[in-house]
């Protein structure tokens, strides 16, 4: 197996590439088509049948899922601005080689292929997964604009609708992914649950001025009032035991020799309750945008413990991270989640890593999970 | 004059103008070339000779600069991104209104129209008088590139070069310019010198990393590193009686659920002495990359003394911010500079703003200092 993972998962290894290392493979641009192209080859040689749902995810068919409903695995394709190799794709592959080792099974099985989960150009995480249960409007999602305006009616050319007819099909979902911290020290667990977070705006203003002349007195410098809230919240976030973090920043007008006049910083914040994350709110002041806000998803339980039970001792560990899984989870399909170890922590990031070894447990643990529930 | 000053000034009103009510007036940019074209029509209008210099600056000449040396007017037309209507055309509309005011004179007269002084498109300052003067190397100027990554050879049609002979033109040169803190408690002062001020890019490395999944304690985020060193520096700044501003910042990858890899902050600093920078950045520490250094600036006494005598009690200041006419005394030209007060002390920005009336002294200022110079 060690050869036939190497060989899928480093087939891909050269589209999207950076300088860095990293990877840059933003939804519905020529480097996502081609990976979809790719997906869809790998998954008709080993005699599936692909088809499209009506928010633009593909399905991997293997067996009528119109007479039962089937067993579904899979994850994404697409990444965040210089990501790593394993985010989605390690879900992909592992799918693909679990389906294929697995054998004849007794039920439909499918891989699915999810669009934009990471949200990295529209900025709305999970699009194809939410657009397909109806969590997200399909008009509101069309408007949405990226970095260089161009809007996703634009960038893709179907018109994405709800699904029901596509969803009927999912008896249930297991998404295997890489675990993105340094939760877990054996090479595969189980996700119990995913954290409440949210994504608030905060439009800092000040008033813009000559960087040489202005004295430090009448300066109104919004860089400062920014940077009192980035120590804050570290702190805030030790305090109350969550996750707190300024990814991104808008400096305007962004001159060396300008105090500026806005700064526009967007804090993300995870916490293992939805209460925690009102406190950390409270405590930081000001009056935010909230951008997005998720609620806590817990996973079948029902379904984790049949897993729990034929594989050999995999840990429960809940995660910060959102997925399509929770999506599923959310609309009322039974779903569950694999994580395969993490040996730095790094995740989004080209160091992002897997060993060889824990990536070969994940498809022996995933091929177990699809020969229990199908078999 | 109030009439004459509102028309010149309101007729450039609407060039580059921003939906802030700011200005956008890049080098090298169509409205650039229109402003240039105004000024050419204005000077020409006025009985002037106009002639480009071989570093791309334009001169509008009354009488022949080749049987002496005359006296030079002038500014720039260009603006920082968003900036303001007063910093540049202030000094260029004031020193047309005061040659024609003047009268007949003895001497011949110019006023210059230096190219890219703000530096904002190509990030470097001066750039039309620092390379007429040969401090700035064509080749190295050449290459620079703006944030479409278009060089400045591609921008300018011309193939800049030093210019001993228009340089040779210049008897002396004074720059007419708003006043750009609140320094300035009556409507027209005499610079005595430039502050010393450098640019200095600190590369914060961190780790990227997962925002939703990344322990604080497994964090090496460099936001939280930039928070500190911002907060320092002002801090210095107040203690040293110095200025310090992070204008500009890149955060990679800048995505709201990443923690960034690397934040990229230029400190602006300028001081009364040099001693007093190098204080500041040994107490900042860390390893910054020095983009620009200027030593300081001392005008010429005599012109200065000169201009005191012929103008009614003018105080005398020092000013932080570079200018063109710094450039010229650097290289030997004896030269003074006016300022025109600053209300509000905003300056950079879209509210910068000079009372009419200042203005008006500012022109009846500068008629006087040409009739004393070249009458």
Redesign the interface.
């Known amino acids: 197996m060690a050869e036939q993972f190497s060989a899928l998962f480093g087939s891909i290894a050269d589209v999207g590439r950076t300088g860095s290392g990293g990877y840059r493979r933003f939804a519905w641009t020529g480097e996502d088509r081609l990976l979809r192209e790719w997906f869809t080859g790998e998954a008709v040689a080993r005699g599936a049948e692909v088809v499209p749902d009506r928010a633009g995810n593909l399905w991997a068919w293997w067996g009528d899922p119109d007479t039962e409903p089937g067993v579904v695995l899979g994850s994404h394709l697409d990444s965040?601005?210089?990501g790593g190799a394993y985010d989605g794709p390690l879900g992909i592959v592992s799918s693909l080689l679990a389906v294929e080792a697995a054998g004849p099974l007794a039920r439909p099985v499918a891989v699915a292929c999810f669009a934009d989960e990471e949200g990295?150009r529209f900025?709305t995480?999970c699009a194809g997964s939410r657009l397909l249960t109806g969590a997200l409007d399909p008009s509101q999602a069309l408007a949405l604009k990226d970095a260089d305006g161009i809007t996703m009616a634009e960038a893709r050319s179907d018109r994405p609708d709800k699904d029901p007819e596509a969803l009927a099909r999912i008896g249930c979902f297991v998404e295997l992914h890489v675990?993105?911290?340094?939760?877990l020290e054996v090479p595969v667990g189980l996700a119990t649950e995913i954290?409440p977070?949210g994504?608030w705006r905060f439009d800092l203003e000040g008033?813009?001025?000559?960087?040489?002349?202005?004295?430090?007195v009448?300066r109104d410098?919004p860089?400062?009032a920014?940077?009192?809230m980035?120590?804050a919240a570290?702190r805030h976030?030790?305090q109350l035991g969550l996750?707190a973090?300024?990814?991104?920043?808008q400096?305007?007008?962004?001159?060396?020799?300008?105090?500026?006049?806005l700064v526009r910083a967007?804090l993300?914040a995870?916490a293992p309750t939805e209460d925690l994350l009102l406190q950390l709110l409270e405590r930081l002041g000001g009056d935010p945008t909230q951008?997005s806000w998720t609620s806590a998803v817990r996973f079948d339980l029902e379904l984790a413990d049949r897993l729990s039970d034929c594989l050999s001792a995999v840990p429960r560990l809940p995660?910060?991270?959102?997925h399509d899984a929770g999506v599923l989870q959310e609309h009322g399909i039974p779903t569950a989640m694999l994580f395969v170890r993490n040996p730095t922590?790094?995740?989004?990031?080209?160091?992002e890593h897997a060993d060889l070894d824990d990536c070969l447990a994940g498809v022996a643990a995933l091929t177990t999970v699809v020969q229990e529930l199908a078999g």
Chains 1, 2 share one sequence.
Not at 208 to 216: D, E, I, K
Not at 319 to 322: E, F, N, R
Request: hydrophobic letters at 40%; zero cysteines.
């Open positions: 965040v601005p210089d990295a900025g995480a675990e993105q911290g340094r939760a954290w977070h994504r008033q813009a001025n000559h960087a040489g002349t202005t004295r430090l009448d410098d860089v400062l920014f940077a009192s980035v120590l570290r976030a030790e996750l973090t300024f990814g991104r920043l400096v305007s007008p962004n001159a060396v020799n300008a105090v500026p006049g967007w993300d995870r951008e995660t910060g991270a959102g922590g790094i995740s989004h990031a080209p160091e």
